[in-house]
């Protein structure tokens, strides 16, 4: 049933460019439902965990490029912010199992007032039956309590929304070029692999990303901790010297997320910030990138890849990374202590 792989986790990766295309085919189904949305003017996302992350890329993708006001809810602290919820409020439900129980109950709230949409990866589960629109992000079932593919088919989701909802043909155009860009990821495990085997020893981690890739330092951070143990913190770029960089020295290394883009030099600049206190460097950035040759240890994309669409593909170096180093220190990453599946209490 692990089709020849050690772990579900890394045959689940491995079924990203596929998950990819098969999410992709549901791009009709989500343009009908835009068009049947009411008129609203503010979009609430509701989730936990590695959907929440997801419900990030989404919110900055819509504000930064259709306009509209978002907001992130963790579900269960969803509550607290129900007296803001009218009929001008599309609340958006992640989740991959459908029945997590923070959020079912976040979305009972939230119908009694709004529009609700939840984007699903289990066919019938319990969310379905509750909200106004159903999409499923096809990525088939997720055995490892790790979150991966599910992740990959939740931004895609999130793309043909937003490519839908703001018309625009670009972002729909580009996403098709994302399941060969994964593939020639995947490739490079090995490197990897090498850069796991290096740092399995070390106590914390920093992931630091800007913009889109914010929400990629968050989910690289939390498969670490969910895999291996270890402490890794996912923080914005720019708000490092805020605090955190006190903290820095050369026993945390330090994974920069620096795709080409509007925001490479900002990121470029905190980045040196934190090699000049000695820390370990790990970057994921383009191929033909000049400014990190000296760095050891690099992941490397194709640099054609768009920054809007690099969260989805950056990830998978990230998903790569976590379940090597658990696999080095001996744990199995399907199995985590002290977590399940779907979390079925409050
Ligand atoms: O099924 P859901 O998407 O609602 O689950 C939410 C979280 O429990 C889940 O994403 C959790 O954080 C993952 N195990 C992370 O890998």
């Known amino acids: 049933e692990k089709g020849g792989y050690d772990h579900f986790m890394i045959k689940e990766i491995y079924e990203e460019p596929q998950v990819i295309k098969d999410t992709l085919s549901e791009a009709d189904k989500v343009h009908e439902i835009v068009k049947k949305f009411k008129k609203f003017d503010r979009i609430y996302f509701v989730a936990c965990g590695t959907s ?32 803001t919820l009218d ?32 984007i699903v990866n289990v066919v019938g589960s319990s969310i ?12 088939g079932p997720e055995i490892s309590v790790a979150a991966t593919k599910t992740y990959i088919s939740q931004l895609v989701c999130i793309y043909l929304l937003v490519g839908y909802l703001g018309e625009n043909q ?12 994964a593939e020639e990821l995947l490739d490079s495990e090995n490197q990897i692999e090498q850069i796991a085997k290096k740092y399995k020893d070390s106590k914390d981690f920093f992931y630091i990303g800007r913009g889109f890739n914010y ?59 934190i090699r000049a206190r000695g820390a370990d460097m790990i970057i994921l950035g383009a191929s033909d990138d000049k400014m990190i040759f000296d760095i050891e240890d690099k992941i490397l994309f194709d640099p054609d890849i768009d920054e809007i669409l690099a969260p989805l593909l950056y990830i998978i170096a990230l998903q790569l990374l976590a379940y090597f180093i658990s696999v080095e220190k001996g744990i199995d990453p399907d199995k985590p202590k002290n977590l399940a599946k779907s979390v079925t209490v409050e």
């Open 87 to 118: 009929d001008h409020t599309l609340v958006i439900f992640l989740t991959q199992s459908g029945e997590t129980a923070d959020t079912i109950k976040a979305l009972k709230i939230a119908k009694q007032k709004s529009e609700t949409l939840a």
């Open 128 to 139: 379905t039956r509750e909200a106004d629109h159903v999409i499923y992000t096809r990525a």
């Open 215 to 273: 929400p990629t330092a968050l989910e690289g951070a939390l498969k670490l901790k969910e895999i291996t143990y270890i402490h890794g913190e996912g923080y914005p770029a720019g708000e490092l010297k805020h605090g955190p960089l006190a903290l820095i020295d050369k026993n945390i290394p330090v994974v920069g997320i620096l795709p080409p883009g509007s925001s490479y030099m900002k990121t470029y600049n905190n980045l040196e910030e």
């Open 170 to 181: 670009e972002i729909l155009t580009k996403l098709e070029e994302v399941p060969e860009y």
């Open 52 to 83: 929440y992350h997801a419900s990030l890329v989404g919110e900055y993708l819509i504000e930064s490029q259709i306009g509209i006001p978002t907001e992130v809810i963790l579900a269960s602290e969803f509550e607290y912010f129900q007296k």
